[in-house]
């Protein structure tokens, strides 16, 4: 092949792969997109069998503060496999690190609920087993993330009803949750407590409000040193995630959506 001819063939390579890269822009990935080692497999071909296992891991090290550029980290790890290599796939694979759900481990940001979004959100009278017990909105408390799930609580005034003495909170939970080791699912739920005997934790008991069904109980703990005491409090994640009940706490864990 004379260097004319072989000017020509790259001419039309790198039209065909501008044509492939365009074609990712004109298109990006929406969750759901192909995963980034689809596309590596696709864009790389034959260069390095092991291409896709080793260099996912180089990119994610690479998007950390500080860390050495992408193209570089590439550079080195690709070698010379193909020269161009790194030019063309990079912008692929940001995209994709970026847009597919994959990207995304981390969980939905959650804050505290407002006052107006607890109106909204529990009932004045909460249906439990066979009874609409009344409850006190200005004890309500809760939490909300991204998706607008909620997991939030309010106090049962139960004086009068079957219930009295056996639950004293009403819960309603829109995403998986541990409390004190007690899996809940999305659900509404009750919840009462006794203070064990040495006094210094409470033994509390969660039920399924429908049916009023046993799922398990657990302890909450004195909270250490001074505190504003509040009937019902839950935590948001990022501050302590905890439940609290007066001076007394139980810690809590989000699950996956």
């Known amino acids: 092949?004379?260097?004319?001819?072989?000017?020509?063939?790259?001419?039309?390579?790198?039209?065909?792969?501008?044509?492939?890269?365009?074609?990712?822009?004109?298109?990006?990935?929406?969750?759901?997109?192909?995963s980034i080692r689809r596309l590596l497999g696709e864009w790389v071909g034959n260069h390095s069998p092991k291409l896709p296992t080793l260099v996912?891991?180089?990119l994610l090290i690479a998007l950390?503060?500080?860390?050495?550029?992408?193209?570089?980290?590439?550079?080195?790890?690709?070698g010379n496999h193909s020269p161009k290599l790194p030019t063309l796939f990079v912008p692929a694979l940001l995209i994709?690190?970026?847009?597919?759900?994959?990207?995304?481990?981390?969980?939905?940001?959650?804050?505290?609920?407002?006052?107006a979004e607890l109106a909204s959100l529990l009932p004045a009278r909460a249906p439990v087993e066979r009874e609409h017990i009344e409850t006190e909105m200005r004890t309500a408390s809760g939490i909300v993330n991204a998706r607008g799930?909620?997991?939030?609580?309010?106090?049962?005034?139960?004086?009068?009803?079957?219930?009295?003495?056996?639950?004293?909170?009403?819960?309603?939970?829109?995403?998986?949750?541990?409390?004190?080791?007690?899996?809940?699912?999305?659900?509404?739920?009750?919840?009462?407590?006794?203070?064990?005997n040495a006094g210094d934790a409470l033994s509390v008991h969660f039920h399924e409000a429908a049916t009023g069904?046993?799922?398990?109980?657990?302890?909450?703990?004195?909270?250490?040193?001074?505190?504003?005491?509040?009937?019902?409090?839950?935590?948001?994640?990022?501050?302590?995630?905890?439940i609290q009940i007066g001076r007394f706490a139980i810690p809590y864990e989000l699950g996956e959506e």
Do not use: C
Not at 10 to 34: C, M, W, Y
Not at 66 to 78: F, K, Y
Not at 158 to 187: E, N, W
């Open 64 to 78: 950390l503060p500080g860390a050495p550029p992408i193209r570089r980290l590439l550079g080195e790890w690709v």
């Open 149 to 196: 799930r909620f997991i939030a609580g309010v106090v049962l005034l139960t004086a009068g009803y079957s219930a009295d003495g056996k639950y004293s909170h009403y819960l309603i939970v829109q995403a998986p949750i541990r409390i004190g080791g007690i899996a809940l699912k999305p659900g509404d739920y009750v919840f009462g407590w006794t203070r064990t």
């Open 1 to 34: 092949m004379n260097q004319a001819q072989a000017h020509k063939s790259v001419i039309l390579s790198d039209q065909r792969e501008s044509k492939d890269l365009h074609f990712v822009f004109a298109n990006p990935p929406t969750p759901g997109a192909p």
């Open 96 to 115: 994709a690190l970026l847009l597919t759900p994959t990207a995304h481990a981390q969980k939905s940001p959650w804050r505290q609920a407002t006052d």
């Open 213 to 242: 069904a046993l799922l398990g109980t657990t302890e909450a703990h004195r909270i250490a040193g001074p505190g504003r005491i509040e009937s019902l409090h839950i935590w948001p994640p990022g501050d302590k995630a905890l």
């Open 56 to 58: 996912v891991p180089a």
